[in-house]
């Protein structure tokens, strides 16, 4: 099998399954892919269109078509000599609903369940309602009002012999210790015979394992003796409808190791740990060797077996010790490559992590993976396409019409103090209770408030850089040091002084001492489960904040605004590129470099058009006076002001411009309809997110129509056709500069060191928005027929709407990584010298390994280069005398570009007129001829 030289990221769900990939794979050979990257393929809950609800580890899931599927798959990747490369979910599993039976035996048996450990839950609450219980947030309204109405009904399992309680998707078990209660108001007495000896259970110290054989037995008799009528008149006694059987049913739930309540409930009161604030996640104690077995053992089988060669790590900040778990991860997939058969041999796993990384921040190199799943490059290629000189009239614009800050950091911040004192206030009370606790236990810091602990370590996570430290056992690495300090020394500035000695005590605890310092017992033991809950919750809180609250509030330019971006800046410079290339060069060479993601806000092509509002912002100011004055008699009334308010609606004008489809007609009544349902969908996941005016859990419907009607009249109405033409006329302005972004971005993905990682349909435009959007189907046959096809270069140049220009270019260029795949994992990166009067528009660099080179030369901010020109490519004169000074012991050599038949022989300069005469970026490698 070849080494990794590019990958493509595919979503399986049962409307695209294992076989429907590996039909596929021949087309993916061509295209230049080595690896398929899969998203999660065990069990996951029925209808699952991504994957990460996983409710059985144990086995593929079927909707996928199961294992024998996979095995499919995998030969048609062999035969083309390609990988496989799966993503998996260590840090949490679907709960609720009826279908995971570790978290439904959990529920049935509580502490005595085996699966008791496996589920982070604070068994000891504070609150004495929960103790010794699990709150389950799952009623649609409170529980009063649910079992009142009759939401809850107890019924049989006449296969399986058990109780339990029905709330529409949910099934709550119920103990067979308190089976007698249930089958004693039955009034039969063969029935009820069975249930005293299911009585038995109570006190025995193998209730567990002697319930199943009971349970067994009540089935057959329910279902060979006809019991089963007497036993749905013992359910009848529990109707909570009526005064008796309410009372009945609520003290029979009582009894459980669960406590039913409303999802409102979930984020002051939850007691066990979620991914995020999503109630239907819940979180995994994968650090126990027990659960990392269990959870692993089908993912080792299937690389044991040679059916998996690499993994991917979903959330892994979610983790309560992500380094160990890592190290512990490589150790156990390095020792399984001698099980796999010859056919499958290889000498490494490559495991990716999936990593937000902050400004300044770094992968910790002794993880042992193999780096990121490549957030931080979509923001590194962000950076240098954006023109700074953009930064402060878009700006000027943002605050004026929204009437909000133009610093991404004020809503950071106000966000942050959102989610921690709503959808994540439970979770932020854990914290504090567990540094209470470690306050008790010391003399010096007993006499310390919880209020006095909560406001200083509100201010420290609000003002928190990165999404968590890693502390262990010996403190703070050094690599967190800087960040913690920036936390402490910005909520010192917010703090009122009074409160200051405790962020002293926070620092101290939070990883500033040795965990072995303390005495073994209780103190090492409470400050270490201190420590691991506060950085579970910095991760959750700076996700909920940014890329969920903030991103949907500030839209000084939304190109700004996706996963792993550095939100405080606007644009960054060449050098600081090149920078990031050598360091990801000399750690972490293999590091995945990706540009679209099934998590992006939007499609790495909307970006790129919206980047060049940058460079043309005095331009787009003009356009949004004109459009605020067209879409005044579009607009509703609504309280005090207007809808959409001043900041949806520009934040709509945005998205309109960045992914208007390139031959969509302002008159296309069919076009413009498709293209509404999409709109409206972004749309009310914009306004929800924003939590301004209306919520997920508290939606403005009345406020969400107007918008809706706003937008439905601004595409679809006669009124709106002014407006919806002048939206459509800018968008086609900035189309070609964006096209000519967009092959950089893609140029640049797949030369600078690391592996390119393409998402599912991206060879061809994506101007797709946040997800379902970006997780449409994607017609492969089109896609298979342009690359057969091979259409000259001009023809590419001249139809580039049709996206086979991207296509194409991915091709050659992956060809080229395959035919020389050591000189792009290790050869230098050398930034090189360009000159001339276009020098500042030329981003250039070579790629140099054992006499062997390659050249790559792209435009940077050069839309005004374009002028009015209809494709992405600048004309040749417009380069002037611009060059490139190429490496000094490459002068005179041959090279060889992406798309010319004709070798060029490279002096000391090569010209940009030259080298960009026929496609709009360029790739050139040393030529054999």
């Known amino acids: 099998m070849k080494k990794m030289t590019a990958s493509v990221r595919l979503q399986l769900h049962k409307d695209f399954t294992l076989d429907d990939a590996a039909r596929l794979v021949p087309y993916f050979s061509r295209l230049g892919i080595s690896h398929v990257y899969a998203s999660p393929i065990l069990k996951a809950r029925p209808g699952s269109m991504h994957g990460y609800d996983v409710v059985d580890p144990t086995q593929v899931n079927p909707e996928l078509g199961g294992q024998p599927a996979l095995e499919r798959l995998i030969a048609a990747l062999r035969e083309h000599d390609m990988g496989f490369i799966l993503d998996i979910v260590s840090n949490h599993m679907a709960v609720g609903g009826a279908h995971n039976p570790w978290w439904l035996d959990l529920l049935e048996w509580g502490r005595r369940s085996p699966y008791s450990e496996f589920f982070d839950i604070q068994w000891h609450s504070p609150d004495p309602l929960l103790e010794g219980q699990l709150l389950l947030p799952f009623l649609g309204s409170d529980y009063g009002a649910a079992l009142q109405g009759g939401e809850l009904v107890l019924k049989f399992d006449a296969d399986q012999g058990s109780f339990y309680v029905e709330h529409y998707e949910h099934r709550f078990p119920i103990c067979p210790i308190d089976y007698p209660h249930i089958l004693a108001a039955s009034g039969n007495a063969p029935v009820s015979e069975l249930g005293a000896r299911f009585a038995n259970l109570h006190g025995s110290d193998d209730a567990y394992a002697q319930a199943r054989a009971l349970q067994t037995d009540l089935a057959a008799h329910a279902a060979g003796t006809g019991l089963n009528d007497a036993i749905q008149a013992s359910l009848a006694q529990f109707d909570a409808t009526n005064d008796e059987g309410f009372k009945r049913l609520h003290e029979l739930l009582e009894r459980q190791s669960y406590r ?17 604030d999503v109630n239907e996640l819940g979180g995994l104690r994968v650090e126990r060797p027990a659960v990392f077995e269990a959870t692993h053992a089908k993912i080792f089988e299937l690389i044991a077996a040679g059916l998996v060669d690499g993994l991917r790590i979903d959330h892994i900040d979610g983790l309560a010790d992500p380094r160990g778990y890592s190290r512990k991860l490589r150790r156990r997939v390095e020792g399984l490559l001698q099980q796999r058969p010859e056919s499958a041999r290889i ?40 023109d700074p000189a953009g930064e402060q009239p878009l700006g000027e614009l943002w605050s004026r019409i929204s009437g909000r800050p133009s610093e991404f950091i004020e809503e950071a911040h106000v966000a942050r103090n959102l989610v921690l004192n709503g959808s994540l206030a439970g979770d932020f009370e854990s914290v504090a209770q567990a540094l209470l606790q470690v306050a008790r ?131 960054g410079t060449p050098q600081a590129f090149d920078e990031a290339c050598q360091q990801r060069l ?102 929800r997110e924003a939590k301004l005016i209306s919520s997920w859990s ?154 062997t080179t390659a050249v790559v030369i792209v435009p940077r901010l050069a839309s005004g280069l374009l002028a009015d020109a209809q494709t992405p490519l600048i004309d040749a004169s417009a380069w002037g005398d611009t060059r490139v000074v190429l490496p000094s012991a490459k002068s005179g050599t041959t090279l060889k570009g992406l798309f010319s038949d004709h070798a060029v022989i490279a002096e000391k300069e090569l010209l940009v007129s030259t080298a960009l005469k026929e496609f709009p970026v360029n790739l050139f490698l040393q030529s054999e001829l």
């Open 586 to 687: 000399k750690h972490f060479p293999d590091n995945l470099l990706a540009t679209a993601t099934h998590d992006h806000k939007r499609g790495e092509d909307t970006r790129t058009r919206l980047a060049v509002l940058s460079e043309r912002a005095s331009w787009y100011v003009e356009q949004v006076e004109q459009w605020l004055e067209l879409a005044a008699p579009l607009r509703s009334a609504f309280g005090d002001g207007h809808a959409p308010t001043g900041g949806d609606e520009l934040m709509l004008y945005q998205a309109l411009l960045g992914s208007w489809p390139l031959d969509l007609r302002s008159d296309d009544v069919e076009g413009l309809t498709a293209y509404a349902e999409r709109l409206y969908q972004w749309q009310q996941k914009a306004l």
């Open 347 to 386: 000498d490494h796993v490559p495991i990716y992590v999936e990593k937000i990384l902050g400004a300044g921040e770094s992968l910790h190199r002794d993880w042992q993976v193999d780096g990121t799943t490549g957030y931080e490059f979509m923001n590194q290629v962000s950076l240098l396409q954006h």
């Open 260 to 276: 039913l309540a409303s999802w409102r409930t979930a984020g002051d009161d939850i007691n066990w740990r979620r991914f995020f």
């Open 698 to 851: 508290a939606p403005n419907e009345a406020y969400e129509k107007a918008c809706r009607e706003f937008l439905e009249q601004l595409l679809l109405s006669e009124q709106g056709r002014p407006l919806r033409d002048a939206i459509a006329s800018a968008s086609r302005a900035i189309a070609p500069s964006g096209a000519l972004d967009s092959l950089v971005q893609t140029l640049l993905r797949m030369t600078v060191p690391g592996i390119p990682d393409l998402y599912q349909g991206a060879e061809y435009w994506d101007f797709s928005l946040v997800d379902p959007d970006n997780r449409r189907p994607v017609d492969y046959a089109a896609r298979e027929r342009s690359l057969d096809a091979s259409p000259a270069v001009t023809e590419l140049v001249h139809n580039w709407h049709d996206g086979r220009i991207k296509q194409a270019m991915i091709q050659r260029t992956l060809q080229a990584r395959a035919a020389h795949p050591q000189l792009f994992r290790e050869g230098s990166y050398d930034k090189l010298e360009v000159r001339g009067a276009q020098a500042d528009r030329i981003h250039a660099f070579a790629r140099v390994l054992d006499g």
């Open 441 to 571: 236990g010391d003399l010096m810091s007993r006499d310390l408030t919880l209020g006095a602990i909560r406001r200083a370590l509100q201010e420290l996570i609000v003002h928190f850089p990165v999404y968590r430290t890693y502390i262990n056992p010996c403190g703070r690495p050094a690599e967190d040091e800087a960040f913690f300090q920036k936390a402490m020394e910005g909520a010192r500035s917010t703090l009122g002084e009074a409160d200051w000695p405790v962020l002293d005590y926070l620092e101290r605890w939070l990883g500033g001492q040795s965990w072995r310092a303390l005495p073994l017992g209780r103190p090492r033991k409470l400050i270490r489960h201190a420590c691991v809950r506060f950085q579970q919750l910095t991760s959750p809180s700076a996700a909920k904040a940014v890329e969920d609250t903030a991103f949907y509030r500030s839209a000084v330019l939304l190109s700004r605004n996706d996963v792993g971006f550095e939100t405080e800046l606007f644009a």
